[in-house]
């Protein structure tokens, strides 16, 4: 007997307004005056240097705890502290990626290629695949990153199959692990949860076969030599990486190392997640589509003063990046401020606790399915097998 789970309250998902309700990208931009897009390099530089010094000194702290099975507490306390700080890192090279960082492209792109390859992200082709990313936000065909699955679809299928024969909380259970600890390299890699009409899979590390199957290409061949250099410097990380395993042992390389590193990699996913995913966010089929529909389908979260502070307000002002991502993390306070006076039932706010959000995102969102043209694509209520 099929029966429906009782699963966590959500947002009701609202009937999905007409195109014509949505202003144009040129109306929407318009909203955030020429001055929010002025960089500000005292406090570029200071972000950085609170990111940074914060980390350096997180990792110090982490060569000398001792390896033993006694300090266990200690490692784990380390990797979530850590990894949590060091996130701060990603974020400004993210605002690299976006020219908001610096008004010297070249400095710019310095300071993101090193922070990223730090921490063994390839720069440039991330770069590139994130400027997809906003260019397609919320589009099911063109859509790169957190990309559900249609119903009716085989991938969807067997996505359906698997939430239902494992319940939504073991399912729930399953998606946070695939998501939060393999979802990036599953990325970067093979280009998992990325847009169909770029084929699968793809790769961030090699444009060529087996990695180009799709009607367009995620990276043109005009993007194979920053490719090369953004391969180079994970590289050069890894090599410093063995040597340091050499030098100091590879149990201490992979826990002062590595431990943060999965902190860091579940924070990215859950930002990117939670930003892009809910019952009641929409996506749409490129009939429906427009540029400032999918923008707007973002959502800003409650994430507290301290991680807010951490991470440069990256989970709390995202509807305003989508915007405009030019504007530095600095203005995009008083950006989305001006964006919800001028849009107040447009730009969406979610104060849903996180970790109650996460677990909703996680156990109910599995596939999308239209019910009525034009109304977007929603993601579906669980069924599972049960009396």
């Not at 993210?94 to 610096?102: D, T």
């Not at 959000?357 to 694509?377: I, P």
Request: hydrophobic content about 45%; charged content about 10%.
């Amino acid at each position: 007997m099929i029966s429906t789970v009782s699963l966590p309250a959500s947002p009701k998902a609202p009937p999905c307004p007409s195109s014509s309700t949505f202003p144009g990208k040129a109306e929407l931009l318009a909203c955030l005056p020429a001055e929010l897009l002025q960089i500000d390099p005292a406090k570029a530089w200071g972000s950085l240097a609170l990111s940074l010094g914060l980390s350096l000194l997180a990792y110090g702290l982490g060569t000398e705890i001792p390896l033993t099975p006694l300090a266990a507490p200690l490692w784990l306390l380390y990797a979530v502290v850590t990894g949590t700080v060091a996130t701060g890192c990603w974020v400004l090279a993210h605002e690299c990626g976006h020219g908001a960082f610096h008004p010297n492209r070249r400095v710019e792109a310095v300071v993101g290629f090193v922070l990223h390859s730090l921490l063994l992200v390839p720069y440039f082709a991330w770069q590139r695949s994130h400027a997809v990313h906003h260019a397609n936000c919320n589009h099911l065909e063109g859509g790169e990153t957190h990309v559900p699955p249609r119903s009716d679809s085989p991938a969807g299928q067997s996505v359906v199959a698997l939430s239902g024969w494992l319940g939504p909380r073991l399912y729930g259970i399953q998606s946070l692990f695939t998501h939060l600890v393999l979802g990036w390299p599953l990325y970067l890699f093979f280009g998992v949860a990325g847009g169909e009409e770029y084929g699968a899979p793809t790769s961030h590390f090699w444009t060529g076969a087996p990695f180009r199957n799709g009607s367009r290409a995620l990276f043109p061949d005009s993007y194979r030599r920053p490719m090369l250099v953004s391969n180079l410097g994970v590289l050069a990380m890894l090599l410093g990486l063995a040597l340091a395993s050499v030098q100091f042992s590879l149990l201490r390389v992979l826990l002062v190392y590595g431990l943060p590193y999965l902190v860091i990699n579940a924070w990215l996913v859950a930002y990117t997640w939670m930003q892009h995913t809910d019952t009641n966010i929409p996506h749409f089929s490129s009939g429906d589509w427009t540029w400032a529909k999918g923008a707007l389908q973002t959502v800003d979260r409650p994430y507290g003063p301290v991680l807010n502070l951490l991470h440069h307000g990256i989970g709390s002002t995202h509807v305003c990046h989508h915007i405009n991502p030019r504007v530095p993390h600095y203005n995009a306070w008083h950006a989305t401020r001006l964006l919800k006076q001028s849009f107040p039932t447009l730009v969406r706010y979610d104060p849903t606790p996180i970790h109650r959000a996460l677990w909703r995102v996680a156990s109910r969102c599995a596939v999308v399915r239209q019910d009525a043209a034009g109304e977007g694509f929603f993601y579906q209520p669980q069924k599972v097998n049960g009396h």
